[in-house]
């Protein structure tokens, strides 16, 4: 492969990488926002969390240590002044609620951060809602998720 064809490709990566980043950071604020919802992070959440950035297509051309500054760095700002670092988390996750598409993803991201440490607390099902408004996501689906995920968590 000849010097421009390199260059060529390595330009298509990094448009790529620069149009999806609204989702990479949307999708870490929300997992932050989720961990912290119960003013608890515990290492299964992390470690669901790291996991996702993993699975998902769109965020593999990221590097997973950047997602795991980038999650502490909201996780930080919560636990130091809560209503600022909540705000600038639903201001990254705002970012992506033109895209339905990327809005769904988040807001699964969020469900699956909820029951990865096995318990729902009140708060977690209060920020998926919260979530939910500022994607625009229809109540209903917001509330049918909510249900889905109870039941696989309290599931005999």
Not at 34 to 58: G, H, S, W
Not at 70 to 83: H, R, T, Y
Not at 97 to 113: R, V, Y
Request: net charge negative.
């Amino acid at each position: 492969m000849g010097i421009f064809n390199m260059l060529v490709e390595h330009h298509k990566k990094n448009k790529v990488r620069s149009q999806n980043f609204d989702l990479f950071k949307a999708c870490i604020a929300a997992g932050a926002l989720i961990a912290m919802a119960d003013d608890d992070m515990v290492r299964r959440e992390q470690a669901a969390f790291n996991t996702m950035l993993r699975a998902i297509d769109k965020l593999k051309i990221y590097q997973t240590t950047h997602g795991k500054e980038l999650f502490q760095e909201f996780v930080e700002k919560i636990q130091s002044d809560p209503n600022d670092g909540r705000a600038e988390a639903m201001n990254a996750i705002a970012a992506v609620k033109e895209n339905s598409d990327w809005a769904m993803t988040l807001l699964m991201i969020a469900a699956t951060m909820m029951e990865a440490d096995g318990e729902i607390h009140e708060n977690e099902l209060e920020v998926i809602g919260q979530i939910g408004d500022m994607l625009g996501i229809d109540s209903n689906t917001v509330e049918a998720l909510k249900i889905d995920i109870k039941d696989e968590i309290f599931r005999v």
